[in-house]
């Protein structure tokens, strides 16, 4: 701005000295030219000193990080198909006769039929029913991977009062997820009938048969039909028990000695040959000791009858 006052400046001095020579008409001639010449100088220079636009880059911009979600272990939520248990077999049958103020010690054996390794953070915990004793929770003392059985021993109190005591127990997985044994994830459970020394009664509480057969598949010359029974008691006791055959045979007896409640398993193999017939078979148990008792039969089917190889 200071420049285009000085440069008119410049101008009214020429054309003041202009005047003293020349036409009115000359001089404003000259001063139209010269004001025309200032302008077009000023413009030029404002053009030269504008602000110039950035150049432009083939350069791609610079990539940013996008937030993508990521699985997490919610508290209660149960991997797929990882907390599958199921029952084996325990210690301390159900109905077991324990005196008052006993400690006594109960098992359950639980196979993982999941797909992931069960770790020390898994834990057994109180359910429902009676505590008897015992606590909230217990950890896992090793891991269980899939396929393997692991057994899980609590100590347990029997109450001062007598009577029949049921406590029930579940698992618990590191993230909070609760979970039991077999299809409906039921809980395992203990059962105890409770009494004073001197009107405690042992007995028999169950007698339970199961089979199998050598070879598993197949006719061969000899098939070994097996017969096993399972003899549940409820205290320390002996008993005596025998097999009796649907064909007249019978098995030796059999002495078993029971130091606390339990059971303990009793066998008979009775083989059939080729072309046997097809007639239902069964065997018995009796049992002679403590009390003479015959227990139902058990019945299976020859499935090789007067079949030729």
């Not at 020429?14 to 000023?42: D, H, L, N, P, W």
């Not at 008052?100 to 993982?112: A, D, P, V």
């Not at 109180?126 to 090793?142: D, K, M, R």
């Not at 009664?201 to 057969?213: C, F, K, N, P």
Request: with cysteine; proline share 6%; net charge negative.
């Amino acid at each position: 701005m200071n420049k285009k006052i000085l440069a008119l400046g410049f101008i009214l001095s020429i054309i003041v000295s202009a005047c003293g020579s020349s036409s009115a008409e000359e001089i404003e001639m000259v001063s139209t030219a010269a004001a025309q010449t200032v302008e077009a100088r000023f413009t030029q220079m404002a053009e030269s000193t504008s602000t110039p636009e950035p150049p432009e880059t083939s350069e791609e911009p610079t990539p940013t990080l996008t937030a993508t979600a990521t699985e997490t272990s919610l508290p209660g939520v149960a991997p797929e198909g990882c907390l599958v248990g199921n029952f084996v077999s325990e210690t301390i049958p159900d109905g077991t006769v324990v005196e008052t103020g006993q400690y006594f010690t109960k098992s359950w054996s639980i196979r993982n039929d999941g797909n992931c390794t069960w770790n020390k953070e898994y834990k057994l915990i109180y359910w429902s029913g009676e505590i008897l004793g015992g606590a909230a929770e217990y950890n896992f003392f090793e891991e269980i991977a899939p396929g393997e059985t692991m057994t899980l021993p609590i100590q347990l109190l029997a109450p001062s009062e007598t009577g029949v005591y049921e406590g029930a127990w579940k698992m618990k997985s590191p993230s909070g997820y609760i979970f039991g044994v077999g299809q409906y994830n039921a809980p395992v459970s203990v059962n105890v009938n409770v009494g004073e020394p001197g009107d405690l009664e042992y007995g028999i509480t169950s007698v339970v048969y199961s089979l199998d057969r050598e070879p598993d598949l197949g006719c061969p010359t000899n098939v070994h039909w097996n017969i096993h029974a399972t003899i549940t008691v409820s205290g320390r006791m002996t008993v005596v028990a025998q097999f009796q055959q649907s064909d007249g045979n019978h098995t030796l007896k059999e002495t078993l000695f029971f130091e606390e409640a339990g059971s303990k398993t009793i066998s008979v193999d009775w083989t059939l040959y080729k072309g046997a017939g097809p007639a239902p078979r069964w065997v018995q148990v009796v049992v002679f000791k403590p009390d003479k008792i015959y227990y139902p039969t058990f019945t299976f089917v020859n499935n090789c009858a007067d079949v030729v190889d």
